[in-house]
């Protein structure tokens, strides 16, 4: 069977690290480079294989069919430019193209740039030239919102609330002494208070494009763990739905990577999964109606790689499972 070369941009990381191994697991990809700045010239076992880093400037971008941006946010736009100047298909797992971000409103005014929210833009993603890949967090949360804003169960005005915990390897790979484990290990704290994140942004941007109007306040939280996201979601709407999690079955029915649970979510249902697992409940003792929205995914797979290479997938006309652990 004839393989699709990819190449990896920023593959040391690690988001760079789980594309690696998804695409030696591949049945129709096969690596044609694998950049990291920091590593250059230093060899890895990814699956079982050996894999040398190269530097990003002496990276054959031209040898690829599509490449996999994974390069810190602010430097990544400048490199999906070169890779489509050379002939690759771009999936860019930065911020730099996403809704919501400084770089992106020229690059999205003509719709060139789809936001690889799969399950949303699917249409989009078929055959694309580049990828916006959402943020990690992002994706639990919009994936989680999206059947409601799409129906107008959402209230006019109201605000909703999103507290998502995150592992540690959402923070990169970039040695920090906040990020040791003496410092991490029993303990759990809040951190980009006041709506701080980078991710408010991408969310409130893609939310509104929904028809969504309301406010978002996000608090994401550091979790003694290595990879998965929690996310609790707060939602006022405009009625409760006779069957509450009726707006989630119709809009994901069929979809191999969205879970509709009866019991909420563990991080344990879905790490080294590509799947989003969610439930719902009526809020009660309250003024207007709202909906608690749970959702788990694995940052590091459906929250950034995984989703990836579904987008890849799709951009390259192959079935979007492909390579992909459900």
């Known amino acids: 069977m004839h393989k699709v070369p990819v190449g990896i941009l920023g593959a040391s990381g690690y988001t760079g690290r789980e594309l690696l191994g998804l695409v030696a697991r ?3 990809m096969e690596l044609a480079f694998a950049s990291a700045r920091a590593r250059e010239g230093e060899r890895t076992v990814i699956a079982g294989r050996t894999v040398a880093f190269t530097g990003a400037e ?9 490449v996999f941006s994974a390069l810190p946010h602010g430097e990544s736009a400048p490199w999906v430019a070169r890779a489509r100047a050379a002939g690759a298909k771009v999936v ?3 911020a730099d193209l ?3 971000a400084a770089a992106a409103p020229g690059a999205r005014a003509a719709g060139a740039v789809p936001y690889g929210l799969t399950e949303i833009a699917r249409p989009a993603l078929r055959n694309a030239a ?16 999206a059947p409601l804003a799409q129906r107008g169960l959402i209230a006019p005005g109201g605000t909703i ?4 915990a995150s592992g540690v390897t959402g923070a990169g790979f970039t040695p920090r002494a906040d990020l040791l484990f003496a410092e991490v290990a029993e303990d759990f704290r809040a951190y980009a208070l006041g709506n701080g994140h980078r991710h408010v942004a991408e969310m409130r941007a893609v939310i509104a494009s929904m028809g969504a109007d309301a406010d978002l306040v996000f608090t994401p939280h550091l979790l003694p763990v290595a990879r998965g996201i929690l996310a609790t ?9 006779a069957d509450v999690l009726a707006p989630w079955r119709e809009q994901y029915a069929g979809e191999r990577f969205i879970e509709i649970a009866e019991e909420a979510p563990a991080l344990r249902d879905v790490v ?4 989003l697992r969610l439930t719902a409940r009526p809020v009660a003792g309250v003024r207007q109606p709202m909906l608690q929205v749970v959702a788990a995914i694995d940052n590091l797979v459906k929250g950034a790689a995984g989703q990836a290479m579904q987008n890849a997938n799709l951009a390259l006309g192959l079935d979007e499972s492909l390579g992909l652990p459900s």
């Open 26 to 28: 591949h049945p129709a």
């Open 58 to 66: 002496a990276a054959p971008l031209g040898e690829a069919a599509l």
């Open 92 to 94: 860019d797992l930065s």
């Open 98 to 100: 996403r809704p919501g």
């Open 130 to 145: 580049v990828v916006a890949n959402p943020g990690c967090y992002a994706t639990a949360a919009l994936l989680s919102l």
């Open 161 to 164: 609330t999103i507290n998502a």
């Open 233 to 241: 979601i707060t939602v006022p709407v405009t009625a409760l739905p």
């Open 272 to 275: 080294r999964r590509n799947v």
